[in-house]
């Protein structure tokens, strides 16, 4: 059984919208796009490399998939680990909307969430990857059904854009498992999904 592991990119304000070009995303008007470009350099390499040393298979967003799909089965070269991987090993959408799609090995996930998403993780050998998708990532999160996270954290605010975690969404603890900065400032840390939040209270001193 796979286990699902998240790999989303935000800005300091938690915005996760159209981090790879101008063109991404302009949703609500935005004017970001390529927000992470500056800062992408062998520390960040590395471990995406690395990232995409461990996939079984692949869980996108239908926007994410989208774009994806104009841009990876582009790139033929077998040694590339993003796209030899991405355009190889199945990809699956949950979507009520995409019904024709064009990009080989690709899966459209029509039922309950939750049940297709486990569904998924069963039949997986390696990691369930989510690359981006924040919209997909809070749901699943909700769900519990998130295992792994890696949070990419850039030195810079935009003020504007769609945020990871947004009013109302599900109370989650997670286990910090390691990390580090890359040399351009990114942090890059990983966190397992622990469960519901615990609370306590920091009291006075008896003597007090």
């Known amino acids: 059984m796979g286990k699902l592991v998240s790999t989303l990119f935000i800005t300091l304000d938690g915005v996760y919208q159209a981090p790879g070009g101008p063109q991404e995303d302009t949703r609500g008007g935005f004017t970001h796009g390529g927000w992470s470009f500056p800062y992408a350099d062998e520390d960040f390499g590395r471990f995406i490399g690395e990232v ?33 991987r991405l355009n190889s090993l199945p990809k699956y959408v949950p979507s009520s909307t995409l019904k024709d799609p064009g990009w080989a090995g690709t899966t459209v996930l029509t039922g309950d969430l939750a049940e297709e998403v486990a569904g998924v993780k069963e039949r997986t050998d390696g990691e369930v990857q989510v690359h981006g998708s924040g919209a997909l990532v809070r749901s699943l999160l909700a769900l519990g059904l998130v295992d792994t996270l890696h ?13 990871l975690f947004t009013e109302g969404a599900a109370p989650t603890a997670f286990e910090h498992t390691g990390g580090s900065v890359t040399g351009a400032g990114v942090s890059v840390q990983t966190y397992d999904l622990k469960g519901r939040p615990e609370y306590g209270e920091f009291g006075l001193p008896e003597d007090v």
């Open 151 to 163: 949070l990419l954290t850039f030195p810079v605010v935009l003020g504007s854009g769609f945020r």
């Open 52 to 84: 995409f040393t461990r996939p079984g298979a692949f869980l996108l967003g239908r926007r994410t998939y989208d774009i994806f799909a104009t841009y990876w089965p582009k790139v033929t070269d077998p040694a590339d680990p993003v796209a030899s």
